[in-house]
């Protein structure tokens, strides 16, 4: 698959988690399983792993769970509930390990042993306990806050609320599942689709008396905040939970190896039907704190930990149409409309068809008997055609060679890297002149992770485009809100609460409008990268001139495929015009240094060669970590080059010729005061 294929594909799967997100934790309305919506999430992992240049707002890897519901206290978790990344087989797994080895630089036969728990098909909790007291409970929320739903958790039986023992930590998060087990559901099954569903409704009632009467349970098995715990394992931590009062899983099991995990995670599957509660996969941990320490984490995801799912669901249906949608970045996406089918409880009616390559590959037409997949997709894929069954007169589809929303020839691009045609066919109008990519320009604008201007949904964009509300981003700011007042469905206090919510927004942070503006290849994290580099956003208008724009290849992360992509960005006319508009209008916030205190505070470093006993990656998160910054090329901002073994010359040669300090792991290490 190539990579404009991939982008396309990553940005509808996102896309659709959202959806699924947003109706779960905030309706408390699941419209798909939760097997189904972590198999979704996976594949969003699984693309972010092996393409690099995918980043985007609203990936799992940046957000976990949705906002917090406005009718909960919202409160900050004291450490993050964060997301686990997801595999399906045992390339996956062996992946998985293989980055372990290398970030710890271990000896490739060297056994992990993990902690191996069945994931609960439930609702993440934290439960927080100061001095044996057990005294507030927060639901996942967005990962960083959750809601405070204290009382409500306060009638589950399996959560204790006095814990007496001795060696019980001062302070603590608890983490576990809160579920209902299969048997009690049946009782209540005329309210609720399934047992999770239930879970998540009775969590989040208002009245703690309306959940009391739903029997819920709870298993725990992590924490997050602790002060005054001394265990070195997660097994051993979790004997210490069952010691505490808390129920753990009775399948939990210390395992070594992937061949291992593998026959264990077929023994389950095989029983799943047989335990009392909804399981739907396994989680891994690196059953060790310390190497759980050393590995960290990845953005919103552990490096040490991985849940390893069980199979998906499938089912036969016919394509009745193939409709092609049209993103952000101009990407053609081919959308299979079927024959509604019912797949593991939902009834689907669309299919993803990917892109043009895949639709040659598998030779789909309309009217074709295919199989159909939801291993976690909102919109699932077509996994086979049914050949046989094909009609004599059917037709091959043919992949329009114009934009059907603009006209503008379609194009793929060639990938340098790859040195092949990318798979996704994209629309050539840049800027705003194409109306399906203005419209996806504009939803991008006001979601969550760009401007987030609440009650500004992606149907009152389409909306406004149609009543010529809105054309370019800055229309937002200068809406006539009397014309609005004679819409269909709109009154003075609705029309009231959107003037707030958008003037309430007129203020932002530069990382925020960078990544606001939907610079291809640039997500929320390049943005991030992007403003801690330029500081304010006068340098970033400036790079609207070739010559400023150099200096991005000293970021760190920031490579030639961005650079393009943003040269491109303010090479167009219009795309300069909503600029100038937007800084008339907005008050862009500058960077502010945040406060370091570490010892490699105002140094930066560059790596070449092999570091012995860990990993390039390890390397520059401890350096970070101090305080320190990391630079992908010598020149005179560059302070010390760390050497190991066999360095690249000609990096070791440029920097002599600056006088940039050369130094090895060791004298690196006393820097830190690591040998001591």
Known sequence: MKNSSIKNEYLKKIKLLHKYNKAYFDKSRPLITDQEFDRLKKQVFELEKKYKFLDHKKSPSRTIGFSPSKNFKKVKHSVP???????????????????????????????????AEPKIDGISTSLI?????????????????????????????????????????????????????????????????NPRNAASGSLRQ???????????????????????????????????????????????????GVNNLILNHKILEKKRKEIEFDIDGIVYKVNNFD???????????????IAHKFSANNSVSTILNIEIQIGR????????????VNIGGVLVSNATLHNEDEILRKDIRIGDTVTVERAGDVIPHV??????????????????????????????????????????????????????????????????????????????????????????????????????????????????????????????SLDKFIYSLGIRHIGLENAKLLAKHLKSSDNFFKL??????????????????????????????????????????????????????????????????????????????IIEQNSGKIISNVNKKLDYLIIGEKPTMRKVNNAKELNIKLITQEEWAKMLDMTS
């Open 544 to 621: 609207s001139k070739d010559k400023n724009m150099m200096e991005l290849s000293n970021i760190d992360g920031i490579g030639e495929t961005q650079i393009k992509s943003i040269k491109n960005f303010f090479s167009n006319k219009a795309n300069l015009e909503v600029l100038l508009e937007l800084k008339k209008t907005l008050k862009i916030n500058n960077v502010v240094s945040i406060n370091q205190t570490g010892v490699l505070k105002n140094k930066t470093f560059m790596l070449t060669g092999k570091l012995q006993g860990m990993s390039r990656a390890e390397a520059k998160s």
């Open 291 to 305: 190497l759980q320490k050393r590995l960290g984490f990845v953005a919103n995801a552990p490096r040490w930990a």
């Open 383 to 508: 996994i086979s055609v049914d050949i046989k069954k094909r009609k004599k007169d059917s037709k091959k589809f043919i992949f329009p060679k114009n934009c059907p929303s603009c006209g503008s020839l379609t194009v793929k691009d060639f990938n340098e890297i790859t040195k092949k045609l990318d798979a996704v066919r994209r629309c050539t109008s840049e800027g705003f002149e194409c109306e399906k990519i203005a419209i996806e320009k504009i939803k991008h604008f006001v979601s969550k992770e760009a401007f987030n201007i609440d009650g500004f949904g992606k149907k009152i964009v389409e909306n406004f485009w149609k009543t010529k509300l809105i054309k370019l981003p800055y229309d937002i700011f200068k809406l006539d809100y009397e014309k609005i007042k004679k819409l269909e469905g709109w009154g003075k206090l609705s029309v009231s609460n959107l003037k707030y919510s958008i003037d309430s927004k007129r203020s932002i």
């Open 129 to 193: 306990y100061k001095n044996g007291f057990f005294v507030q409970g927060l639901s996942r929320g967005d990962g960083k806050e959750g809601e405070d739903i204290t009382e409500n958790l306060k009638t589950i039986k399996d959560i204790p609320k006095v814990i007496k023992a001795k060696n019980f930590p001062s302070e603590i998060d608890i983490r576990g599942e809160v579920f209902i087990q299969n048997d009690d559901f049946k009782n209540i099954s005329e309210k609720f689709a």
């Open 206 to 256: 208002k009245d703690s008396k309306v959940s009391s009467k739903i029997p819920l349970k709870f298993i725990a098995y992590n924490y997050g905040y602790v002060k005054n715990m001394k265990i070195n394992s997660q097994s051993a931590f979790l004997k210490h939970l069952e010691s505490w009062g808390f129920k753990v899983n009775k399948f939990n099991a210390v395992i070594k």
């Open 329 to 340: 970045t101009g990407a053609l996406t081919p959308v299979a409309k079927i024959k509604p």
């Open 81 to 115: 509930m964060l997301s686990l990344s997801n595999a399906f087989n045992e390339k996956d797994l062996l992946n998985f390990e293989k980055k372990i080895i290398n970030f710890l630089s271990l000896s490739k036969l060297e056994e992990i042993e993990y902690s």
